[in-house]
């Protein structure tokens, strides 16, 4: 069970799973759209039926507001502590925070980036991690876990709310790019992401729990997993 505290943190108020309204997480039984900054991302987002429930992932909220959706996403979910730690390196963060604060697109945040001192509206606690191979193969009730990038830990929520459909958009996991041009310093071209086998081990456990993965774009986790194209 998850701790009332964090190791980083005095208590767990805005915890998204006992402080958000029931309106605020994605309805049971429908989809939930899941975006992420890939390449390709920038190439599906207008296949995103208007309306949908979407949650933005990391620097992905910016295809948001560059494409002038008429409707908001209906979450900013980030877990990386790095992006206020290095600002320099991540020149998008204080932007997309920006943005989402005067649009009132609710901020999600992990424990361990909330504990840097951001304000957020809602918190989410990220272990026993996927990453841990001693950990629980399932999701654990209430949590979020961590490993396999956002979008592993992304897919967790609509498993965890009943939807009936998860539904990636530019969660490539593979090669250096991001849907603005820019390259991650970690990755070459046509690369793996590193932390691929956690986030297939995380998809498995939100397919378990009774989640049908779909993707509108091309996304090397089908090479693990059963995931439908539409």
């Given at each position: 069970m998850r701790p009332e505290v964090s190791p980083d943190t005095a208590e767990f108020a805005r915890d998204l799973f006992r402080a958000a309204p029931d309106?605020?997480?994605p309805p049971a039984g429908g989809d939930c759209y899941?975006?992420?900054?890939?390449p390709k991302g920038a190439v599906g987002w207008h296949r995103i039926p208007a309306g949908a429930y979407l949650l933005a992932l990391n620097k992905a909220i910016m295809i948001a507001f560059q494409q002038r959706w008429p409707w908001k996403p209906a979450m900013w979910l980030c877990a990386t502590p790095e992006y206020l730690r290095h600002p320099e390196k991540y020149p998008?963060?204080?932007e997309a925070n920006r943005l989402c604060r005067e649009h009132a697109i609710p901020r999600v945040f992990?424990?361990?980036l909330a504990a840097q001192g951001i304000e957020c509206e809602y918190t989410f606690y990220t272990c026993p991690s996927f990453g841990d191979k001693h950990a629980p193969d399932d999701l654990v009730p209430g949590v979020m876990r961590s490993g396999g990038t956002i979008a592993g830990v992304a897919g967790q929520l609509p498993a965890h709310?009943?939807?009936a459909r998860g539904i990636l958009d530019g969660v490539d996991m593979i090669g250096r790019g991001y849907f603005d041009g820019s390259l991650s310093?970690?990755?070459q071209d046509g690369?793996?992401?590193s932390e691929i086998e956690v986030a297939v081990r995380s998809f498995k456990a939100c397919q378990r729990a009774g989640l049908q993965l779909c993707t509108l774009t091309e996304t090397a986790l089908s090479n693990?997993?059963?995931i439908e194209r539409v």
């Open positions: 309106e605020l997480l899941i975006l992420g900054s890939g998008w963060w204080a992990s424990w361990q709310c009943g939807c310093e970690r990755r690369q793996l992401f693990y997993l059963e």
